[in-house]
């Protein structure tokens, strides 16, 4: 059975001197503002776009990680991974990297690696971004 996630924004004025704000359907969080400023320049306060993006492709990663090592016999203790989304003004998104830590036991680091590109192919939130360069950076605890 299909799973719909939803995310409502409300933005008020004009691109670069507006503003707005991004809610999940899922969150008890409140509402995460937004604006041009942050996108073009960055943020320590405020989420883009990019950022939410980086944080499914982060999740999603993880998750189909944890699920191919769990497959290949040799279930992760942990895994933590970031997300880095680059967007440039006036071209785009251009790129996702994904830099993974995890302690699994059992794994050379070539059979982790090898296992980590399969997750990145693998991956949903990859699949979805397949029109950007997706980087991978994968070590072992």
Same mark, same amino acid.
């Given at each position: 059975?299909?799973?719909?996630?939803?995310?409502?924004? =409300?933005?008020?004025?004009?691109?670069?001197? !507006?503003?707005?704000?991004?809610?999940?359907?899922?969150?008890?969080?409140?509402?995460? *503002?937004?604006?041009?400023?942050?996108?073009?320049? !960055?943020?320590?306060? =405020?989420?883009?776009p990019?950022?939410?993006?980086?944080?499914?492709?982060?999740?999603?990663?993880?998750?189909?990680?944890?699920?191919?090592?769990?497959?290949?016999? =040799?279930?992760?203790e942990?895994?933590?991974?970031?997300?880095?989304?680059?967007?440039?003004?006036?071209?785009?998104?251009? !790129?996702?990297?994904?830099n993974?830590?995890?302690?699994? *036991?059992?794994l050379?680091?070539?059979?982790?690696?090898?296992?980590?590109?399969?997750?990145?192919? !693998?991956?949903?939130?990859?699949?979805a971004?397949?029109?950007?360069d997706?980087?991978?950076?994968?070590?072992?605890?």
């Amino acid at each position: 059975m299909p799973v719909t996630s939803e995310a409502t924004t =409300t933005w008020n004025g004009s691109l670069m001197e !507006g503003s707005g704000n991004v809610a999940f359907s899922s969150s008890n969080l409140g509402t995460f *503002p937004i604006n041009w400023k942050a996108r073009s320049e !960055g943020s320590d306060t =405020t989420t883009t776009p990019e950022e939410l993006i980086a944080a499914a492709h982060s999740s999603c990663f993880s998750m189909a990680l944890s699920n191919a090592l769990a497959d290949n016999g =040799t279930p992760p203790e942990r895994v933590n991974t970031t997300a880095s989304v680059t967007f440039k003004p006036g071209v785009g998104i251009t !790129g996702s990297h994904l830099n993974v830590n995890a302690s699994v *036991p059992g794994l050379t680091p070539e059979q982790f690696q090898e296992i980590a590109e399969g997750a990145k192919t !693998g991956c949903p939130v990859s699949q979805a971004l397949s029109g950007i360069d997706i980087t991978l950076e994968a070590t072992l605890a």
